[in-house]
């Protein structure tokens, strides 16, 4: 992705706030314009002393003149600002939903992979960096730019010479900021390159920490930890080191506009090429310059960090989109037809290789085999988690990359061991798998998903909220009530992976029966890992190194397969196992 | 504003005295920056003299001006150079010394400390919430305290030179301050406001990513982006409801500086028509008059910053006020390793979890804890390991407490193999070593074929310098699970609690897993959280607990013919495992 201009991105997504942007601007300028009115009024008492016809009524009208100039700067500068940070807070918001939208818009097999710390940092942390400056660019750079502008025409119009004089502070200043931006871009990049290192370190020290104990290794994990906490530093302070003796010179520089103003102004004089007053005008006005330029300094910092920020969230986003189809598609039919499937990560090694399989709808089918063999990246596919590389997956006869992505997800449920529960009521965790359910129908789906009990035995029931009760809900519990969102849900396919751990026996007799609810009738495709589950399976495909090498039912296999077999009789060993049988197992 | 000055200067530490060198240096620097205004007058006075032919105005005055400003350029950056490299340095400084010292804190803090504080929360505090301490810390002290002492000290100037101008400056700063005290009741008001809802948008960003995929398959992209668009919302909400108070009183707070502005011009113009006061002296006045506020100006748009700096010091103190679980632990070297519970009672809050557990565990024995989820299996586990400490009772491993060990020399004894499994950000190879570091590359090799992970390790292009993604996000669940176990192979620990719920995560390899914790628990003492027929009928001991109790301890000889929880247990288990799909 290209880097946008900073006032470009910002643009980008200030459209919503044009109006009150430009409003911001204009007061801005007022006020801008304001603050010159003492100034101008400051010069006329000047004047009427040096013509020494100065008199206390026309003091008296200066000093009020001066008064409102002031009036009029305090009020649209709060009117400016008050705009701007209303405006500012706009873009955040956008910026953020932007980035929500975007994860949104990522394959599933994408997004499952996010790393939900680093999205945080982002949305909240970094975007919210920004405001500041962003609510200050707008009518800071109008008032520090106009400001000078301004001041420098009024000059011109009394005294070319002195006007250019006043200004002779910003090519000097701008030697030292040259000399320390030459390699800004770069260094910054350096800079937040060891704090990511840091920030990575510290989230991994902190998540780490119960294992850091367990193993009693809490002394060379902080050891770890102090490096990258060390090496941050040194990183900071030597970017500082180097830039302080620039960025001190410039700031010292900058403001002295008299340097340029009084030697002139003397020397004009002598030539009597100017007059007193007008030289007394020049330097009040030149160091009216000076708070202006000054901004112009975090100005520039300013702009940067903004286009840093944006940059992150353009780039971190940057993760693709699947080509999306909105037209619903009519299917009749709920059979599931792979041709030719081939499939890579990274565009580089092939992990499917070739794979044509055809299920039937309502037929039970189960993959089987070794880790890694790709059982689950074929499952996974189906749910169209990310697009294959080669072939076809139809369902129905229709290709799945020409179903919109929401009537996929109603034909396809995936249920897996992933179950995140949102932190809102039971209730409305288990309605997500179809939100016109009525109340009945979602005491229904958690009855089939034997939740029932449980649910009723928490304090509040069905209202009780899954974040607080999450805590108090075994893995059990959770899975089956992500199983009575599926059966909720109510799709014509499931794809199961029926990795289920131990939980208490129960707990395990249970979600037993809520998926024999759930695949009732249903064409459903088994990611197998005990193979006592799907022995009834209509077929077995065997899947090893991304190929479906052999497929039948538990009997056929049984009989023509010696993989099968071996597994099998481990399976049926691995239910013999005890922890404390005491003998080694030999290397 | 002093409170919170005075706590961030605390925090300075040892490093108080290059802060004070700083401000010392910048109040210089300050009064120096006046110097070309006085050039200005002096300026003003030759031209008036030399037209009044009192003296001649010669090129030679340009020379010496230009002189004098070029100096005063040069010595004021040497003072603000000397100040950043004395001064600015120290917020880095102190950053770092604050992040070690939460990093040692959380070493030595209880794990019960820690799931209360909540890891979040710890890494912003370590993380944000100090980087922004680094940066804005000096910036504002500085800022602030300077232009105090700089307006304190023009004030008691023009006292001096002129009691009635010297009031008026006083009136302006009274004013303004008037401004910035209800800036400052604001922000003290809206600090945990704003802090909150900050929290409360990083809580649904964490739930809205993690949910994703659920969001995705049941196509609920509404349900959970609403809860997430109403903190964003909220949060801008609030930030501009706070911008819109501040904005009156920082406008006040302005006006205030400006009328004294005004006051002086004026007032020295009065006075020069009276002939009261010099015409060059009144028009260096009005010409000062127009930037001696400029300094106290820039200060209050600091002080929105110092009360967040506030925030982050509280924040910073509730961590490193934490107890340290082992502090009054010592180094403790055991030879045998029996463990006894006795009259154990604990709670993680007011809810007691056990109540009253007694019974022992010989050393090379197998123990098998069996019950329904939520009974305090886990709690026990956590109790022996000194996670948390007993509330009434006592546990001894070898004969000792296990309160007076430090948790390091407690820990050694133990290998535990966790529900979640948490493997590093590194090289496979570190992941293991973890276990040992000492350890050789035979030995780390050895631990690492013993549980199974050799063959699969071998297989991926770098081998054991492969490095573990995010969480071990690479690996499937039944690898990182004997990663896990080779971990605490090669610790060796004598002492093992398991939980057999983990030994099944990815079962398709699952006697690989099995052969893996085998080579684990070979000969010692094991404590394990049983699901498995097999194990529980072959433990030396069952314990099963009930809501928090022990209600049968026995054999499985024992307990199957007992009534009771035991053997519906039994019933249920070799019936799941059994079970097929239709």
Known sequence: MKEKSVLGSIFSYAKPCKGKLTLSVICALISVAGGMIPFVAAYHMIIMFFNHSAATEDILFWGGICIAGFIVKVLFHAISTTLSHVSAYTILELMRKRVAEKLLKAPLGVTQNINAGKVKNIVVDQIENIEIPLAHVIPECSGALLLPLAVFVYLCMLDFRLALASLITIPLAMIPYGMMLGGYNKTYQKYMESNEHMNNVVVEYVEGIEVVKAFNQSTSSYEKYRKAIESFKETTLNWYQSTWKFTTLGAVILPTTLLGVLPTGTLLYLSGATTLPKITMAMLLSMGLVSSLGRFIVLFNQLKSIQYSINTVNKTFDIGELPLVSNEKNISRHDICMEHVSFSYNGKEEVIHDVSIKIPEKSFYALVGPSGGGKSTLARLVARFWDTTEGSISIGGVNIKEIPLTQLADEVSFVTQDNFLFNSSIMENIRLGNPKATDAEVLEAARKAQCDEFINKLEHGYQSAAGEAGDKLSGGERQRIAIARAILKNAPIIILDEATSFTDPENEAKIQEAITELTKGKTLLVIAHRLSTIKNADKILFVEQGKVIQSGTHEELLKNSDLYNDMWLAHIGAKKWSVNVNEEVLV | ?582
């Open chain 2, 1 to 582: 504003m002093i409170r919170i000055l005075k706590r961030l200067f605390h925090m300075m530490g040892q490093y108080k005295k290059r802060l004070y060198l700083g401000i010392v240096l910048s109040m210089i620097n300050n009064i120096l920056g006046m110097f070309p205004i006085v050039c200005g007058v002096w300026v003003i006075k030759t031209i008036l003299d030399d037209r009044n032919g009192v003296t001649e105005l010669n090129r030679s005055f340009v020379f010496m001006l230009i002189g004098i400003i070029v100096g005063t350029i040069l010595f004021r950056w040497l003072l603000a150079y000397i100040r950043a490299v004395k001064q600015d340095s120290i917020a880095h400084e102190v950053t770092c010394a604050e992040r070690l010292k939460i990093g040692n804190i959380l070493k030595r803090v209880s794990l019960g400390f820690l799931q209360q504080k909540n890891m979040g929360e710890l890494t912003t505090a370590i993380t944000t919430d100090l980087a922004f301490f680094e940066m804005q810390a000096m910036n504002v002290i500085n800022n602030i305290v300077d232009s105090y002492i700089f307006l304190l000290i023009t004030i008691v100037f023009l006292l001096f030179f002129s009691p009635v101008l010297g009031l008026s400056a006083l009136a302006a700063v009274i004013v303004s301050s008037i401004g910035l005290q209800l800036i400052e009741h604001q922000s003290r008001k809206n600090s945990p406001v704003r802090q909150e809802s900050i929290n409360e948008m990083a809580d649904e960003i964490v739930q809205y990513v993690r949910g994703m995929s659920v969001v995705k398959s049941f196509k609920q992209e509404g349900v959970a982006s609403e809860g997430l668009y109403k903190a964003y919302k909220k949060s801008k909400e609030i930030n501009i409801r706070m911008e819109k108070n501040f904005a009156p009183c920082d406008a006040l707070h302005r006006f205030g500086l400006y009328m004294g502005t005004s006051a002086i011009t004026i007032i020295t113009a009065l006075m020069a028509l009276k002939g009261t006061m010099e015409v060059p002296m009144a028009i260096m006045l009005m010409v000062y008059s127009y930037v001696m506020f400029n300094t106290i100006e820039a200060a209050n748009t600091s002080l929105h910053v110092l009360e967040m700096l506030d925030t982050v010091a509280e924040k910073l103190q509730s961590i490193t006020h934490a107890e340290f679980i082992d502090k009054d632990g010592k180094d403790i070297s055991i030879d045998h390793f029996d463990i006894e519970f006795q009259d154990v009672s604990f709670g993680y809050d007011s809810r007691e979890v056990l109540s009253h557990v007694s019974f022992t565990i010989p050393q090379n024995t197998t123990t098998a804890i069996v019950g329904p989820s939520g009974s305090g299996k886990t709690t026990i586990c956590s109790l022996l390991a000194r996670f948390y400490d007993v509330k009434k009772g006592c546990i001894t491993v070898g004969g000792r407490n296990v309160k007076d060990f430090t948790c390091d020399s407690l820990l050694k004894n133990i290998s535990m193999v966790f529900q979640n499994v948490y493997l590093f950000h590194d090289t496979i190879r570190n992941n293991i070593l973890f276990g040992a570091p000492a350890a050789t590359e035979e030995e780390m090799i050895a631990a690492a074929k013993a549980a199974r992970c050799h063959d699969f390790i071998m297989a991926l292009p770098d081998g054991y310098d492969t490095l573990v993604g995010e969480g071990g996000s690479t690996l499937s669940g039944g690898e990182k699970q004997r990663i896990s176990i080779a971990r605490a192979i090669l610790k060796n620990a004598p002492i093992v609690i398991l939980d057999e719920a983990t030994a099944s995560v990815d079962p398709e390899n699952e006697h690989l897993i099995q052969q893996a914790i085998s080579n684990l628990t070979h000969g010692k003492t094991i404590i394990v959280i049983a699901h498995r027929l097999a194990t529980i009928e072959n433990a030396d001991q069952i314990v099963v607990v009930d809501e928090g109790k022990i209600t049968q301890r026995g054999t499985h000889q024992e307990l199957s013919v007992q009534e009771g929880i035991y053997k519906r247990f039994i019933n249920i288990r070799e019936k799941a495992e059994g079970w097929a799909i239709e």
